[in-house]
């Protein structure tokens, strides 16, 4: 991934193209994704901040070749490198704040919906199973595939459903789709 980003990246990010700076900076968060799930926090944090510098220029709302990047896109990148990374709270934390912006509303409902089920795992990491519910059944309002269908969004249901503290309506959700 990082050979093709640098291949695609402008010798100077902010004399980009947008199209090109969404490739390469989609290609970064990426690669940092992978590195976080490697247990690499200082690698997976210097290819975030190359992708946020990659995200400015682009702005929210613009969707150059259906990549959705942005300054918020890459953000929603950095909440899921620390939930990767075992720092639920602060991804929790993170999460909280990069919602809340006007980018997020910018984003395709897939995109929003892929996320928050990485978001519902951070809370369950940060011992909070009532959010995680809440961010599910949100899911399931905005995009009902990705929690009805996805394998990862009907595992961490069944995770969600099975926690005692869980939301009593997140538990008969569950089991109308057969899982918990």
């Given at each position: 991934?990082?050979t093709?980003?640098?291949?695609?990246a402008?010798?100077?990010?902010?004399d980009?193209?947008?199209?090109?700076?969404s490739?390469?900076?989609?290609?970064?968060?990426?690669?940092a994704?992978?590195?976080?799930?490697?247990?690499?926090?200082?690698?997976a944090?210097?290819?975030?901040d190359e992708?946020?510098?990659m995200?400015a220029?682009?702005?929210?709302?613009?969707?150059?070749h259906?990549?959705?990047f942005?300054?918020?896109a890459v953000?929603?990148a950095?909440?899921?490198?620390q939930?990767?990374?075992?720092n639920?709270?602060h991804a929790?934390?993170?999460?909280e704040k990069?919602?809340?912006?006007?980018?997020?509303?910018?984003?395709p409902?897939?995109?929003?919906?892929a996320?928050?089920?990485?978001a519902a795992r951070a809370?369950?990491?940060?011992d909070?199973p009532t959010?995680?519910?809440?961010?599910?059944m949100e899911?399931?309002r905005?995009?009902?595939?990705?929690?009805r269908?996805?394998?990862a969004g009907r595992h961490?249901?069944t995770?969600v459903a099975?926690?005692p503290?869980?939301p009593?309506a997140?538990?008969?959700?569950a089991?109308?789709?057969?899982?918990?």
């Amino acid at each position: 991934m990082l050979t093709a980003a640098y291949r695609i990246a402008p010798p100077v990010p902010e004399d980009g193209d947008p199209a090109e700076l969404s490739l390469c900076g989609t290609l970064l968060v990426q690669a940092a994704l992978a590195a976080a799930r490697d247990g690499d926090d200082r690698t997976a944090a210097g290819l975030i901040d190359e992708a946020v510098e990659m995200a400015a220029p682009v702005e929210d709302g613009h969707d150059h070749h259906r990549t959705g990047f942005g300054p918020t896109a890459v953000e929603l990148a950095r909440v899921i490198v620390q939930t990767e990374l075992g720092n639920a709270v602060h991804a929790v934390t993170w999460h909280e704040k990069v919602i809340t912006r006007d980018g997020w509303r910018w984003l395709p409902v897939e995109h929003r919906a892929a996320y928050l089920i990485d978001a519902a795992r951070a809370y369950l990491h940060a011992d909070d199973p009532t959010s995680a519910g809440r961010v599910l059944m949100e899911v399931d309002r905005i995009a009902p595939a990705e929690i009805r269908h996805r394998p990862a969004g009907r595992h961490l249901l069944t995770q969600v459903a099975r926690d005692p503290a869980a939301p009593t309506a997140l538990v008969h959700h569950a089991a109308t789709f057969g899982v918990g």
